[in-house]
């Protein structure tokens, strides 16, 4: 069964650290390009970084640019985001999404993707 499952989410306070991670089953990430994405209530959905197949080119929006950190474990077949400095704008349920593809879009594209996970909530407390 192909399936992707997030986990390490949490409620932390404003200019915490957590670590994200999207563990992939079914399918290897060595041709899989993978998102994560974010929504928020009474919000659109946001991607927020991307990472090719080969871990060798890294995405990231502008809202978390040098706060967040996408990473790869192939050993592992798990995606990572560690996100540092915390704002409680960062609050949000964070999704991972797979796209058989090797490259990250330079344009999001959720429709894009083939295989999504249920989601993981972060809560930044002011």
């Known amino acids: 069964q192909l399936q992707l499952v997030e986990s390490g989410g949490g409620l932390v306070q404003s200019g915490g650290s957590l670590r994200l991670s999207c563990l992939a089953s079914g399918f290897t990430l060595d041709n899989t390009a993978i998102t994560w994405f974010r929504h928020a209530p009474g919000q659109e959905r946001e991607g927020v970084s991307c990472?090719?197949?080969?871990?060798?080119?890294?995405n990231y929006a502008d809202s978390v640019k040098g706060r967040f950190t996408i990473s790869m474990d192939n050993a592992e077949n798990t995606v990572y985001l560690r996100m540092n400095g915390l704002k409680p704008e960062d609050t949000a349920r964070y999704y991972c999404a797979a796209e058989s593809t090797h490259y990250c879009k330079s344009y999001v594209c959720p429709a894009c993707m083939n295989y999504w996970g249920k989601g993981t909530l972060v809560t930044v407390s002011s």
């Open positions: 990472i090719s197949s080969s871990g060798g080119s890294l």
